[in-house]
């Protein structure tokens, strides 16, 4: 998007005039713009009318009394670049673009299509084949159906690649008011970062929530998150399609652990964007961001007055990663000075129903229990339905000493019920007045809790001073990639302070000399760039400990190789010292994604990677923290540790290699295509990259 088209995108959304162009659908359109008090200009444009309700009607565009600042565009596909294009001449500003018929049809769609986009000019075009856009902070709507939103004067913003979905949040039940909600269509023009660029620093917009498929843009979508970061405005992303990256990344093992779908999420938390499954999650996590902030780390007190409430909370917290810290000595004591006999003290906490209403108590319970460790809180309570009010003030007793705990603990709180319906609007106004979310359903609430943990430390890291991240493109030219022979890339490796084997370049003949002078046990691998993968190519033969058995091993590799490449195979080995007391493998490897740039994937290495799926991908750059948080989360941890009484892993020695990989990547920029170490070696003592295998345009 360019300036203009970011100034027109501002007249788009806050428009002091809006044209209608069409039939039926942009009468309808009209009649709601007037009808939710919008106190600009409402125009009609159609040569077959004299008025849009109680709007005038003009008989084509260039009769508008001036230049609209947004348009509703809903006319046959086939003249929809020449009305554009009158738009264009007259400075209108921004145009939603109703009809549909166009790129998604293909073909003669796809022409005519990008005619839309040459008579666009500078106007920000949305569409086309779009829902439209409501604007429920001056009631300009672009909509040509009806909606069951209302006037507010700030609210999250949705923005939606799918027009239905985006239709269904509006009728939501869960007292969420949207300021803004904004269907994409075809994106030929704007996209998803658009918009959210042109609401980032609107004080109308307490949070986003996007449906999206692809990113066009991604260093502009992580600027448009820092800017809404800075102003503690969280956004919630429901990603859909797992999409896998072009075939050049199917020659490394990072590039089959490294798809697309996991490029998204890396980005994801790195910028703090709470990512959903589904469109309940996506209002639930909104409503806890927007309602009661997000939570530093995944700590969370829950308490409940059910012994069921606190099995299902357990189960559900353990499914999503969250953490429940148990009282320590002193916490339980003072726990005990109020707690029935009957109850048991942990937490989750059933207070248990003598406690039930019992107001100056619970808050005596609830702030004992918060003792600082815990991120949030958690109010488990099923609201009885309007007619049975008997108990209501039970009910509120307990919520009330719950706020006054969890204000005075300054932690982010929710009051969920167990099941969704059992919370009614009054209640739900009532905690969000309190700034607590009030939450429907167990697992939904402490899925969404879990689903805003990476905004909350986002947010702490922004108070903190720590820069903001944007991804740094800088992509290979794919024509000219070279593969690096073994023995080439671990020079480069040692160049760069990454621990290899000692090794030698030798032929048949000379192995076994070689081998000697190196001490066995050897490793023999078959050099140059014949095979990538040593193993399927049976080019690799392990713990030799004899001159004989590197003699043998050689023939054998030749033949094999050979065998396997269909033609002879060149007498050119790899001798190299054997590591013989690592700890377990793991895989180090570096992608140069266009779209995403450098992308650093740690996972459990060796001959089954694939299979054990155990990664984690990091965006370049990286700190030595970050590296070490991503070794740490890995299932293969507990070895690095010390499992059952085995040696631990050089923890630090791991990160420093792994920290000077990543240097590495960052120092070719553009000349890398891709790297790949698996194994790297974890040993009681350093550690050590055994094979390599990178891909780099010449310099």
Known sequence: MNQRQSENLARLLAPRQVAFIGGDEALFA????????????????????????????????????????????????????????????????????????????????LALEQALVEASGDMALAGPNVFGMLNYVTGAHLWPFSHGGERVENGPAIISQSGMLSSYLLTNRRSLRFSYVIGAGNQSVLGVEDYLEGLADNPAVTGFGLYLETLRDVPGFANAVNRALARNVPVVVLKVGQSELASRTTVTHT??????????????????????????????????LTAAGGPAGPALAAFTCSGGDVAMLADCGEAQGIVFHQPDQKTEQALRQWLPEIATVSNPLDYT???????????????????????????????????????????????????????????????????????????????????????????????????????????????????????????????????????????????????????????????????????????????????????????????????????????????????????????????????????????????????????????SGGTLVEVLADSRTLLLPVDQQDIRGALLSLKLAPLLAGYRNRPAADIDALVDAISAIANLAQALGSRLGELDINPLMAMPRGCVAVDALIRLCPD
């Open 353 to 603: 129903t003598p406690l039930w209403g019992q107001e100056q108590v619970l808050e005596k319970v609830f702030t004992a229990a918060l003792d600082g460790k815990h991120d949030a809180a958690l109010l488990v309570q099923d609201y009885p339905p309007p007619g049975l009010d008997a108990d209501r003030p039970l009910y509120q007793a307990d919520t009330r000493a719950f706020i006054h705990a969890t204000q005075a603990a300054g932690v982010p709180a929710a009051v969920c019920s167990s099941l969704p319906e059992n919370l009614d609007s009054e209640t739900q106004g009532l905690l969000i007045a309190q700034g607590i979310a009030p939450l429907q359903g167990i697992s939904e609430a402490v899925t969404a809790i879990a689903a805003a943990v990476p905004f909350g430390r986002a947010r702490r890291t922004c108070q903190d001073g720590v820069p903001s991240f944007v991804p740094r493109l800088a992509a290979a030219d794919e024509t000219t990639l070279k593969t690096l022979d073994e023995w080439e890339g671990k020079r480069l490796l040692v160049k760069h302070d990454v621990p290899v084997p000692e090794g030698r370049i030798v032929s048949a003949s000379t192995a076994a000399e070689k081998a000697a002078d190196i001490g066995f046990p050897v490793a023999l691998k078959l050099a140059g760039d014949q095979t990538l993968h040593k193993t399927e190519a049976g080019a690799l033969r392990l713990n030799l400990n004899s001159k004989e058995e590197v003699t043998r091993a050689a023939a054998e590799i030749l033949a094999s190789a050979s065998n396997y490449l269909g033609n002879p195979a060149k007498d050119c080995f790899l001798v190299e010292q054997m590591v013989t007391n690592s700890i377990t493998e793991l895989l180090v490897g570096v992608q140069n994604e266009p779209q995403f740039g450098l992308a650093l994937t740690l996972a």
């Open 255 to 288: 590039g089959s652990l490294a798809g697309s779908d996991v490029l998204y999420q890396a980005l994801f938390d790195r910028l703090g964007v709470a990512r959903v499954s589904n469109p309940s999650l996506l209002l639930e996590t909104l409503q806890m």
């Open 30 to 109: 009209s009649r709601q713009c007037a009808e939710s008090g919008f106190t600009g200009n409402i125009w009609g444009v159609n040569p077959r009318r004299k008025h849009f309700g109680d709007s005038p009607c003009f008989a084509s565009v260039a009769d508008l009394p001036v230049a609209p600042d947004a348009v509703f565009l809903a006319v046959p596909r086939q003249v929809v670049p020449d009305v554009v294009e009158q738009l264009d001449v007259i400075g209108a500003g921004g145009i939603v673009c109703y009809t549909a018929g166009f790129g998604e049809l293909g073909g003669e769609g």
